[in-house]
């Protein structure tokens, strides 16, 4: 079986023969939860620096030091890709932000419509999730998250030239032209009770809309964003 890899985020300058200092949390999660030792290797990403091998220098209960070593994969700019979503059900919204992750998404933007049914967006616990998203696959950033903010204030603050996608739920089982250009995007899906009839009206009335069908069923709403994520993903982001 091949060794597992360890990947840690953190919030820290990376460079050939920078030792990083790790928080309580992070020397827990290696020492005592993956029982790494000195001398093992971790590889660390940032967003910025491109991802590096690091050795492990000092390792104790409630803290520990790596030392970059050298430099595995340089950064990448991914896809230019946003995901607007109304914050689902407990764990639902933690799948959905597991899963944008996984699937390339550079910023995540949490919106309340008229009929949202989640829980309180709990952001701190959200962000959790897209780290250790990206830390298990293999990510060189972990995405924004967005400030959650009602829909009518985020469409009149929006720039035009961002293409805004949104999974239209009335368009299930229609054959319509996929519309859309390559470069900035974002993806909008509605809450579990769908869009009020005025959120419909007001987005059918802007000229960056561009409306999506997500096939001939109608979807639950994680699954939408999957579906609409991996469409635009393979007509205009890296899957190309």
Not at 116 to 124: C, I, S, T
Not at 178 to 194: N, V
């Amino acid at each position: 079986m091949a060794e597992r890899r360890v990947r840690l985020h953190l919030d820290q300058p990376l460079g050939a023969g920078q030792a990083v200092a790790l928080s309580e949390g992070q020397a827990n999660y290696l020492f005592a939860v993956m029982r790494l030792e000195v001398g093992a290797s971790v590889l660390l990403f940032n967003g910025q620096d491109g991802e590096w091998r690091a050795e492990v220098a000092e390792a104790g209960k409630r803290r520990g030091v790596l030392v970059c070593r050298e430099q595995t994969r340089p950064q990448v700019a991914g896809p230019d890709l946003w995901l607007l979503f109304t914050p689902l059900r407990k764990e639902r919204t933690a799948f959905l932000v597991e899963k944008a992750v996984e699937l390339g998404v550079a910023r995540l933007v949490p919106v309340a419509t008229r009929y949202l049914a989640g829980d309180r967006f709990r952001a701190e616990k959200e962000r959790a999730h897209a780290i250790e998203a990206a830390e298990q696959c293999e990510a060189l950033s972990v995405p924004d998250l967005a400030e959650m903010q009602p829909l009518d204030r985020v469409l009149a603050g929006w720039n035009p030239a961002r293409q805004l996608f949104w999974a239209d739920e009335a368009l299930a089982g229609q054959q319509v032209d996929r519309g859309g250009t390559p470069g900035p995007a974002a993806i909008l899906i509605g809450p579990e009770g769908g869009f009020a009839p005025e959120e419909k009206t007001r987005l059918r009335s802007l000229s960056f809309v561009v409306p999506m069908a997500l096939g001939p069923r109608i979807l639950r709403a994680e699954t939408a964003a999957l579906a609409a994520l991996t469409l635009w993903q393979a007509r205009f982001g890296d899957w190309q």
